[in-house]
């Protein structure tokens, strides 16, 4: 059994009715003529096309790097497997 503090009780209980209450003015909406969807708005891809590029900058990025080995970052093993 749940053990609610009794100063607490009153809380919860208005909290639960307010759902309750929610729960029917959802339940009394007509919906008949309303298309199932999956979204509620429609939706476009916003990502960017993927295009390589040229980058430069990898002295830079890995100059801000904790260890670094062979101009790549150094990690440390994952799942405690060895190097």
Same mark, same amino acid.
């Given at each position: @059994? #749940?053990?609610? !503090?009794?100063?607490?009780l009153a809380? +919860?209980?208005?909290?639960?009715?307010?759902? #309750?209450e929610h729960?029917?003015?959802?339940?009394?909406?007509?919906?008949?003529?309303?298309?199932?969807?999956?979204?509620? +708005? !429609?939706?476009?891809? $916003?990502?960017?096309?993927? $295009?390589?590029e040229a980058?430069? /900058?990898?002295?830079?990025?890995?100059?801000?790097?904790?260890?670094?080995? /062979? /101009? @790549?970052?150094?990690?440390?093993?994952?799942? /405690?497997?060895?190097?």
């Amino acid at each position: @059994m #749940l053990a609610i !503090p009794e100063d607490e009780l009153a809380t +919860y209980t208005e909290q639960l009715a307010a759902i #309750l209450e929610h729960a029917n003015d959802v339940e009394a909406l007509d919906i008949d003529d309303v298309e199932p969807t999956h979204h509620p +708005y !429609p939706l476009a891809n $916003v990502f960017r096309d993927d $295009v390589v590029e040229a980058f430069d /900058g990898r002295a830079e990025v890995l100059a801000n790097a904790p260890a670094e080995e /062979g /101009g @790549m970052f150094r990690v440390p093993p994952a799942l /405690g497997e060895e190097p």
